[in-house]
């Protein structure tokens, strides 16, 4: 493992630098002749200073630290946001004993360590790995750090007959020339041919897999998952959280689908919870024309296709169309998890209104759901600029109208 603090001359001088200096502009400072007699690596220090700004806002906390150290720009591009560290902390609260295989930055196991006794961080790089132990040993106290290969280390734990009460891994999702992967299989480490081994130490996996994945292939090809968590960020979907209990029956098991989306640092996220194998068979009433409200999900429960479970959870919440994912209601349900809108006029996109609207609404929001073109060519085609309050959906309602919904949001 490297000596980070000696190789870049760590010291207080070091880290009252990077405090003093947070808000300069670093091409400056890298050039500056006061940096010239330092007694530490100048760019080690300017990449402190541009690494805590660009995740000011990610992990607010982290950056908070005065002596938390960031190894690479990369890994900090690449790190779990605070909202989502801290929930997947709580997923492994009270555990005695927790194994990270690909800790990296460490954010992740920073959160999980405030709720567990003991934790493993293991990390490939011996740079990242390092400043891991720097960051650890000043504010963890129950985490233990290993340079090592993964599948190494499991190797390894087998054979001193050491188990967890969980395995956590987040394989990389980047492949040759920094191209995005989306696989289990094409990722590194690959998780599905580590499966044994990680059966071999623990009966409990946590898999972080990219939101692309589709949620009925994982179920149909990866044995043992119980839980399946879809995680967004201000509607944005981040990551699929998969639960493996290898104590559960591989096949006939029934795999929850828990839908999390965090909105501005929100403590309370929206959530919906379903069952996979009900989502399968359950069915959505849609509605005859549009009422007075208008209601789009989340970005978690669009991933999961969890529009039947909106319909049984919210009484009177009809979908507008098979293909269309937005509902309506004469209600209004200020929990919606998703936006929610109060509908001012709708027409038909055939009606002779539509050459004149661009008056009425010189200005809006427009977004296209199962309509015939897309939003920036109904833009141009309306003559309406973007922005303002007002917010207009086109949409294909369940008899094939095409319509245009004008509303306001709530």
Known sequence: MTDIISEYGINDDFFEYVESHINCDTSKLLFSKKGQNLTFDLKFAALQIECRKRIARKVPEITALKHFIFPTSLSTEQCTCQEVAQFHATLLK??????????????????????????????????LAAALQHNM?????????????????????????????????DPARRGQNDKRIYGLSDCEPDVTQMLDLIKAVTDNLYIKASPMLDLSQLVATIPHITDIHVIGVNNECKELLLHLDFTSAPQGRQVAINTINFENNSANPQVLCLTFRSSQNASVEYADSILQYIYEPNCCIMKSAAFAELSCKYDKLLKLGANTHLFTSDSLYQDFPGRAFKVTDTMSFKSKLIKNLSKRYPQANISTRNFLLPAQALRQRLKIKDGGDTYIF?????????????????
Not at 108 to 118: G, M, N
Not at 141 to 150: F, I, L, Q
């Open 394 to 410: 086109a949409t294909t309602l369940l008899d094939k109208e095409q319509i245009l919904v004008i509303a306001q949001k709530i």
């Open 94 to 127: 009270g555990a005695g004993s927790i194994l990270d295989l690909t800790a990296g930055l460490g954010i992740d196991d920073f959160y999980i360590s405030k709720e567990v006794e003991q934790l493993t961080s293991v990390e490939l790089s011996p740079l």
């Open 137 to 169: 040993q000043r504010y963890r106290s129950n985490v233990t750090v290993a340079n090592d290969d993964a599948t190494n280390y499991l190797h390894q734990s087998i054979a001193a007959n050491r188990r967890f009460d969980a395995v956590f891994i």
